[in-house]
């Protein structure tokens, strides 16, 4: 649709002082396009773009430096495959950079991270196990990149979030990633062909609630991120873009400066997912009997397992929604984490010894065996973190039995439909667009094939000199979100649910459905 002074991105934050300092700002060059945020989808975005030969791009991120924070994602053959498809060196680098925390002699360099794949011996083949309450099998997936490669046509690794972004920001010129660029505001300037972005540079930026564990002491969901109104001391800085593409993730600010002040201003912030997770880095001293009954019963030789009080009954499944992850480090230490399905203000304000009695107070419910439960009382309080889920909606009801991912028939109240993915000249990407928990490990994947699709249309819109046709690129990332959101429901909807994984049947759908696709072809349907 035609660029208008109404489009909501032209008045979402109308901050005086942002804007006076804005106009004090020189003209600069203006980017063909402007990725907000330094993650690996936003690096991944540059990098694709640049592959396709567009180099007239940069990358702005809000935090000070980058410091080692973040998880451990597990990259899937989808992830992967899109990658590829990306830029075959990244692939390449990312895939060696994962493999190489197979190795026990090399640090993934990470200090917080999410449960997945630990560190695992070359000798061993690793195998995720899920466990039932008695320590009975009802899964074993393999953690082997040929293992994958070989059902699914591409492979699978683990990453430190960390370890990933690095190896994708040393791909990019180093003076086309720049820290330290807080946005405050974006303004459609259609006199210029551009939307402007004005940032501050910020030495005191706050920890994200939405995006990284947290100390339950500290922990505080309704602190304010990343306020809007720039302090007077602060140099304000104005860079302009043809294009906007934001992948600064859940809490992403874009997203709340594009709906903030729109009827879909319900829509600007994360939605809580309903679940949470209790996590305990590190229990250095486990007693020896302990330790023998947690072997026998439920690692036996494993270094990974989940324990889940979902029951199976024939092909009926009720899921509990309590599951509890070991992990065993090479040098012998465990660690755990829990999911729960609790209210969020169940979680407010609790210190780590209360985050002890929780999961204590819910493994019981749950009917976890005493073995487990010992852990949990000998787990020291400074190690004790917790972090809530949160969700961008792809669909108004992920309660839909959805089957078919390009076949939804749902008829949503029309006055709740979430918004666009795109607003004139910007476009969301990753969990901008449609954040979820990680149960599924398909955050960074669905990121990655983000990526994919919108570096391609705009790499049309490049080629096709459409850069000042406002109906080209709106039709561009039309296409984008039609491709997209049903997929995106579909796995919110598995991700929610969490129980794939119970079925072997409903496993292969769904990895036909999210390993299987062929990306060669989604990219000629462009």
Known sequence: MPETKSSPYTHTNTSTKADTLAASVT??????????GAGPIGLATAIGLRERGIENVLVIDQT???REVG?????????????KHLDPNAYEEVKKTGLGLLNPKQSNGQKTIEPTQEQQPTKTLPQWTYKDLQGQIIQSISLSFDDWFKDYGEGRVSISWYNLQTTLRQILPQDRVKANHRCINVVNEPEKGCVRIDCVGDTGIEANPYAYWTDGQKHNDTQPQNSDVAPQELVTKSIRAKLIVAADGINSTVRRLLYTDTQYHDFARPEYSGFTAILCREIAEVAKEL?????????????IVTITNDEISGNSICINNISMILFRRLTGELRYV?????????????????????ALQELEKGGFPDPLKQLVRISPPAKMQQRPYYVHHATISDSLQVSNPTNLNTEPDPTKIPPA????????????????????????NQGFEDALVVTTLIAKIAEENNWDNPQAIAKAFEKYECLRRPLIAYVQHVTLKRSLYLSNKKWQEYAQQVYCRNFAQVIEAL
């Open 64 to 66: 000070r430096a980058f």
């Open 338 to 358: 829990i999911y729960l399905a609790l209210p969020l203000d169940s979680l407010q304000g609790k210190s780590e010894s209360s985050l002890i009695d929780l």
């Open 421 to 444: 993915w795109s607003v004139g000249r910007i476009v969301l990407v990753g969990d901008a667009a449609h954040g979820m928990p990680p149960f599924m490990g398909q955050g960074a």
């Open 27 to 36: 003209s600069q060059e203006i980017y063909d396009v402007v990725v907000v």
């Open 71 to 83: 998880q451990v994602l597990d990259l899937l053959p989808n992830g992967l495959q899109a990658l």
């Open 291 to 303: 330790w023998t009954k947690l072997e026998e019963d439920f690692f036996q030789n494993s270094s």
